[in-house]
């Protein structure tokens, strides 16, 4: 990294810093770098030494059946399971190498797909039990980026605090581009299910006496910051930097966070299931604060206001960053996606959960909020 | 289709006869035809109207929650979960159009993602739950063809027999090519699990005494041969068809019925759970007999031969297509993959359950079962 220079990595570069890999799985010379020179078994056997770690820490119950079979058998989950299922392509939820440089890992697409799967459960209140992938890509795809991707899968489950979590199978296809899709399973945590529709108790409550909006997780934005770097070429990037009074200038950290936020999310994964019984209901921030909370609000018919005041100090650390791509902060962390953050609405008469904080209202009925504004519809189609 | 020539579809057609879908969605002018005019809102309306069928069939019982959260919840499954995922890749696991000028339709593809996932499910005993799928595709994709993968998806879990599973929820994403990963869930049936490798006991009984491989389903060899007819160019097939002595000819029902095979697989989904009690280990054939048999074999440090017999017996109508094709048929009944029947040893001492044949033999240690073949690697490697 350059000191004269934009602190971005440069072209060819990987992520500086972030998880370390627990532990590595040893690497073998497999004698051939690609999938079509591995071949299927040797691919599913490179998947499974970078996937012994968590089979390790998790071992499997009697009676249950692991990754070997047509199916795995998970042992019973008492209060039924939750499932869920997210899916990220090459071209379109990544980038092999970003305009700005930066290539992308396997353990990069591992781990994301991972986190926002698991994100999946924890907007239900629930626990992740098990994952499943199913990994397709050219014959051409080097082995070390296929291990890659279970190991970033594999390291997301054991630091994300996935405890229950195990790997529960694969599948491995042919395709043009590489693409990750995974399911997970889950169950109800303790206060049972958080649904996006609340109970008509809450709801009539909410209706009279207002409701708190509450969030928690990373703090949302920096995951669009993230992406709108790693989409900017690096000549721009480097000449943009320059051109900026040297206060206004984003530093290595502020750019290494956002790219981490886009490239390997945090879902707050103790949050759900710790503040189902004081939420009303809620749902994981994945298309962007203001589209989700649209969202949230139809279901319930209700309005969800964010606080002016919150706006502008989730936007502060960004302004540097806003700087650099001409972009109003504000509208990274209302309208940008993947922080996989926990958006609900306080049941009336609890306390904020752990781990949670306000961040706006839902007036009772016909008010309008002084200090707040509408969180609308400003995210991500996928088709649009 | 022209008397004169070869009966396969011409250039563009679909895929005749076939299931009807039960029953079609009403098709509402949607104002737009691609993905990208209707929004993922719309295309998850239009997914959801072709899944209504199956829905109204099995409402989601009290306590559950069914698609629209971030996940869903099923009922508890008092065995335990089982768990298994698949995916299909255009232009890898399809291609739009055929060589021989078929198109696939958007049904074909859904119907066969679910019964390569059903069928992991039987071969493990179990019986179908829930799916959920994750579609991926281009912005210029047809909103038909998304809506013909969910009728198609629906249908098979009606018309195979799939009588307690739900679609739990699904996923869309952008993509280059069209693709579609789906998981399935199930519970342990009656017998409980049937397991890819021996109990102690069963192992020390066949190795003894020797035992019995047992099939159930479609006949093998189909779907390769049908896999075999879609890749050859419509000219050359025609060329092929006419070279041909009249009574080496395949007719119409040969060309469909293997068709069929490979573009909408029929696996046999109540023999698993109802043979399992009177199976050692078994496990669904989706690589091709001999490969597949090679896997139950190494689980079981065993070998299972193939009846002359019943190779000959399955190859016989198949011999017409083989001569167009110019293939002897024995390698697909052994070779061919994608028909997901399902492979077995009995339990020494059990008769055969319903819907098996006995099709081989497992040897006693060291002996050579005369009339018979060994069963061996002859399949299909995604990446070599």
């Given at each position: ?100 440089g930066v290539r992308t890992r396997g353990f990069d697409v591992g781990w994301k797909a991972a986190a ?269």
């Amino acid at each position: 990294m350059r000191t004269s220079g934009p602190p971005s990595p440069g072209p060819g570069a990987q992520m500086p810093g972030g998880e370390a890999p627990v532990p590595a799985a040893e690497h073998h010379d497999d004698g051939a770098r690609t999938l079509a020179g591995l071949g299927e078994a040797g691919v599913l056997r490179l998947i499974g030494r970078e996937l012994a770690v968590v089979e390790e820490r998790r071992p499997w119950p009697e009676g249950s059946v692991g990754i070997g079979d047509d199916a795995a058998l998970l042992p019973v989950s008492p209060g039924g399971t939750l499932v869920s299922t997210d899916s990220m392509a090459e071209g379109h939820d990544w980038l092999p190498t970003w305009p700005a440089g930066v290539r992308t890992r396997g353990f990069d697409v591992g781990w994301k797909a991972a986190a926002q799967n698991l994100s999946d459960i924890n907007a239900m209140g629930g626990v992740p039990t098990a994952l499943v992938m199913a990994l397709t890509g050219p014959r051409r795809t080097e082995a070390a980026w296929i291990a890659g991707v279970a190991r970033g899968l594999a390291t997301a489950l054991l630091r994300l605090g996935a405890d229950e979590c195990r790997v529960a199978g694969g599948d491995l296809g042919g395709a043009d581009r590489a693409g990750l899709a995974v399911t997970v399973l889950g169950r109800p945590g303790a206060h049972g299910v958080l649904r996006r529709t609340m109970g008509e108790q809450d709801l009539a409550a909410v209706r009279s006496e207002g409701g708190a909006v509450v969030h928690a997780g990373s703090a949302p934005g920096w995951a669009a910051a993230g992406l709108a770097l790693l989409l900017t070429d690096r000549a721009e990037l480097e000449e943009r930097w320059h051109a900026l009074a040297p206060q206004d200038r984003p530093g290595p950290r502020e750019l290494v966070r956002a790219v981490r936020a886009q490239l390997r999310p945090r879902p707050p994964l103790g949050a759900g299931p710790a503040g189902a019984g004081a939420l009303a209901c809620g749902m994981d921030v994945s298309d962007g604060l203001g589209r989700d909370a649209d969202r949230l609000a139809a279901a319930n018919g209700v309005q969800l206001w964010a606080d002016e005041a919150w706006v502008a100090e989730a936007a502060a650390p960004l302004r540097r960053l806003g700087r650099l791509l001409d972009i109003a902060p504000e509208e990274w962390v209302l309208g940008g996606g993947e922080d996989y953050g926990l958006l609900a609405v306080l049941r009336p008469g609890h306390g904020v959960p752990p781990g949670f904080r306000v961040i706006g209202a839902v007036p009772s009925s016909g008010r309008v909020p002084a200090g707040h504004r509408l969180l609308g519809e400003a995210g991500w189609d996928h088709f649009a």
